[in-house]
């Protein structure tokens, strides 16, 4: 199992390449499922989550070509031979529940594992499944998989309310309601970027939609929808993360493609913390503005609040900030998984219940830590870059999940890191 050693090494400076995000990736690619003609995604990341969602659909049949060295996706559903998500596939990425949606629409029946728990909390799909209901699916819940079907094999329009807002779930009812018959519209819907980077492939194969970015979202089914080409939006957590490199090091890093409206109450943050985000015509240019950076308080919550997704890096700035900050996790229930694999390294902080309590210490100590999940495991590395000493990050499968090219991106900056193979 591969680990990462990095060895503190004062300022960083340089540009840094952002990536097309996952989590847009992931909800792109199922809805290849919602038509026979060919959707070409391109600014694909070239992540394991990738790969693991290509697995699940080729296993449904579609055909999934990785092109250009990964960056171009060619998926095409026109011979689906399966609509089973096997559990084998599902139980590695909780993403795989996409599929039931646009498999559901298009051909009246799916059968999907039920994802089951992760790391960061009990994470249920009670919402999607609801949401299906809603547009008149019958589910059977038996084997620990759903067993879905459309009553004469269409799905109807519905009025879905969202007790909360899930992005998952927006995104199975959006393209779930892009075949029904009728109109759909979602309410307390998920505003992030990867529901309008949605709604946006989906107009352009064909599907009437209105409202994303919003809380509502209006569908207008239509009988079939055709192929498109499309990019995949910037990865704003990959964002956010490489913009606390100065910030967490000293030095200016221009995060290349990166835009503020991606990550604007972040950015706020980071100002409010001393720590300077400017617009230019290549990317985001960070750096702090003076000195030490001061603590600030910070809550997760649904974009445009501040993304829950970001917690565990900030909270790496926050260890060596000068005060004490408190960062409330509003969305999951336990994520505060690296705050003891912090504490290793010399950080104080005091977590209860949703609630950490940091106070920041002149200088972390290197130490070798373990990676407990994907975002807890850069933050480690944000750390040890900032800490005195080595850091030995183990258990990266983490974070090859979602960052590529983590060594080659931070090196470029003048980061000491490297790929330990035990
Ligand atoms: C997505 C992102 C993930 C991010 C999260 C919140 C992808 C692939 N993953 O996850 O990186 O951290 O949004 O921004 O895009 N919930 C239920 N029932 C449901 C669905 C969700 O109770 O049916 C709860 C979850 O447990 C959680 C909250 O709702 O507490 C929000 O989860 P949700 O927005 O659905 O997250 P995901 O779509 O799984």
């Known amino acids: 199992m591969d680990s990462i050693l990095v060895k503190g090494n004062g300022a960083l400076s340089g540009a840094i390449p952002i990536a097309g995000a996952k989590n847009a990736c992931l909800t792109l690619m199922p809805a290849t499922l919602l038509s ?18 290509t697995q699940l659909l080729q296993s449904l049949g579609a055909e999934v070509a990785s092109l250009q060295d990964g960056l171009v996706l060619a998926l095409s559903s026109h011979s689906i031979t399966n609509q089973k998500a096997d559990y084998d596939i599902v139980r590695k990425m909780r993403a795989s529940i996409l599929v039931l949606g646009p498999m559901l629409a298009r051909y009246g029946h799916a059968v999907v594992s039920l994802p089951g728990g992760c790391a960061i909390g009990a994470r249920p799909v009670d919402l999607h499944l609801k949401a299906l209901e809603a547009m008149g699916a019958e589910l059977d819940l038996r084997d620990g998989y759903v067993h879905a079907k459309a009553p004469g094999g269409r799905l109807k329009g519905a009025v879905v309310e969202f007790p909360f807002v899930s992005v998952g779930a927006t995104e199975n009812a959006l393209m779930a309601a892009t075949l029904a018959k009728g109109t759909s519209v979602l309410k307390n819907a998920a505003r992030e970027p990867e529901i309008v980077d949605l709604a946006r492939c989906l107009r352009k194969m064909g ?33 956010g993360t490489y913009m606390l490199v100065p ?5 200016e890093v221009e995060c290349l493609g990166g835009t503020l409206d991606l990550v604007g ?14 617009q230019t015509n290549r990317g985001l240019k960070v750096a702090r503005k003076n000195g030490r950076v001061q603590a600030v308080n910070v809550t997760t919550e649904p974009f445009p609040g501040f993304p829950t997704d970001l917690q565990a890096q900030m909270m790496a700035l926050l260890c060596t900030a000068e005060g004490t900050s408190v960062l409330e996790e509003k969305i999951f229930e336990n994520r505060f998984m690296h705050a003891p694999e912090l504490m290793r390294m010399g950080a104080r902080i005091d977590v209860h219940g949703g609630t950490a309590t940091v106070t920041g210490v002149d200088r972390l100590k ?11 495991s850069v933050s480690l590395i944000l750390a040890g870059l900032a800490a005195e000493g080595e850091t030995l990050v183990s258990r990266v499968y983490h974070l090859d999940r979602g960052y590529e090219r983590v060594e080659e991106k931070l090196r470029a900056c003048g980061a000491q890191i490297e790929r330990v193979s035990a």
């Open 36 to 53: 026979d003609e060919p959707l070409t995604l391109t600014n694909a990341p070239r992540l394991s989550d990738i790969a693991t969602m």
């Open 366 to 376: 290197g130490a070798p830590v373990m990676a407990t999940d994907l975002r807890a």
């Open 265 to 278: 109450a972040f950015a706020e943050k980071l100002d409010a913390a001393g720590v300077s985000v400017t």
């Open 247 to 251: 910030a967490i090091c000293g030095g």
């Open 207 to 239: 599907a009437r939609i209105e409202g994303e970015g919003t809380g509502e979202i209006v569908i207008e089914g239509t009988d079939r929808l055709h192929g498109a080409t499309h990019p995949v939006v910037t990865d704003r957590i990959e964002l």
